[in-house]
């Protein structure tokens, strides 16, 4: 209850924290735990008297290992297999992202033993994600993000015995560090990502012994928390909106036949290509993450639209009529505002379908999009 309190505080307080947006995720993690050992380091131990021979210790995969136990609620059970969790996260400027949340779900060990019950153990774990992400946009729709930060966890044992393993009940807060690389579709407005991170403990954080079946010798176990984990994320909801688009009204001869100079020496990238459905278009340009002073001008069929834009929040559209074939759009960078490159996101409404391209320019470079129009 603690760790939930402390999360929503910080969740409102983070609703307060300027014009910033952030995106809630619900989260689901199935674990692979290790850093299970007996008491001398080892994962084999043989009982001195060798009446259960060899019993080993194998890392726990929650979703493969185990069946629902009848002596836990629905709930209990669906915890022991995955990690459930809702993240949030708030973006610092362009590339970087802080990420925090709360999360419930189970560590645990298989226990093999030659000559007794073999026995697949679990744990309770509460924790709270803290980390940073950076961003790297691959094209236009895909990101990679690379995530590096920590959890503060509270585990405890379920107090019994499985005739086995004596489970005495030990609440202890431990720290976990490591990272992991996460892929989304559409960025930071996708609704799906995907996460491969690991997650590594010092402290040992439960109190288990094994007893064997004589009740006799026991020898004492050591977990860690370390673990290695998929996560799927589902950003179910965007804080902080847009307002309204204002539509901007081309009037008074709208283009320049000719482009200056110093647009006609600029290298253009390679053409990114988008095939639409109708004629008529509307391309909003904004800035959809910092706000640092980008302003472009576009060119559409070679020539240039007479309206600079400054990028901001609220997108600034433009009304575009297609010609059969392919028509192409060219963004000028007219300056790189305080964070470089020139980086923007063009929504283009097709008719009830709207589509989302995200480019970058430079002083150099400018960039190119081939629209496809097929009646």
Request: aromatic content about 12%; proline content about 5%.
């Amino acid at each position: 209850m603690r760790g939930l309190a402390v999360f929503l505080f910080l969740c409102i307080a983070l609703q307060s924290w300027g014009q910033r947006k952030y995106n809630v995720y619900l989260t689901m993690s199935p674990t692979v735990t290790f850093g299970n050992r007996f008491i001398d380091g080892s994962t084999q131990f043989t009982s001195p008297d060798n009446k259960t021979g060899k019993n080993t210790i194998y890392p726990l995969y929650s979703v493969l290992d185990g069946y629902p136990n009848p002596q836990l609620t629905v709930v209990q059970n669906f915890a022991r297999k995955f990690t459930w969790g809702v993240l949030l996260e708030t973006y610092l400027n362009e590339q970087y992202s802080f990420n925090m949340g709360f999360e419930i779900g189970a560590r645990g060990y298989k226990l093999h033993s030659e000559r007794s019950i073999s026995s697949l153990i679990s744990y309770r774990n509460l924790s709270m994600p803290l980390y940073f992400s950076r961003y790297k946009w691959l094209g236009s729709f895909w990101t990679m993000k690379f995530n590096y930060g920590g959890h503060l966890n509270f585990a405890y044992s379920i107090p019994k015995s499985n005739k086995v393993v004596n489970i005495k009940r030990s609440p202890e807060f431990y720290p976990t560090l490591g990272g992991g690389i996460e892929t989304a579709y559409m960025g930071k407005e996708g609704k799906l990502s995907f996460e491969l991170a690991y997650y590594h403990g010092w402290r040992n954080i439960i109190d288990h012994v094994y007893i064997g079946v004589d009740n006799r010798y026991g020898e004492r176990i050591t977990a860690t928390g370390s673990h290695l984990r998929l996560s799927l994320k589902y950003n179910f909801k965007r804080l902080g909106k847009d307002k309204k688009a204002k539509k901007v009204s081309i009037v008074a001869d709208p283009v320049i036949t000719t482009p200056p100079q110093p647009y006609i020496e600029r290298t253009l990238k390679e053409a990114e290509q988008l095939e639409v459905k109708n004629q008529s278009l509307t391309f909003c340009f904004l800035d959809d993450q910092t706000i640092d002073g980008d302003s472009i001008q576009v060119m559409w069929n070679d020539s240039l639209i007479s309206v600079a834009i400054g990028l901001e929040k609220e997108p600034h559209c433009i009304p575009f009529k297609l010609k059969p074939g392919g028509n192409r759009l060219i963004v000028h960078a007219i300056n790189e505002g305080k964070i470089k490159p020139n980086t923007y996101e063009i929504r283009i409404q097709d008719g009830e379908e709207l589509r989302v391209v995200r480019m970058k320019s430079d002083m150099q470079n400018s960039a190119v999009l081939e629209v496809v129009w097929k009646p």
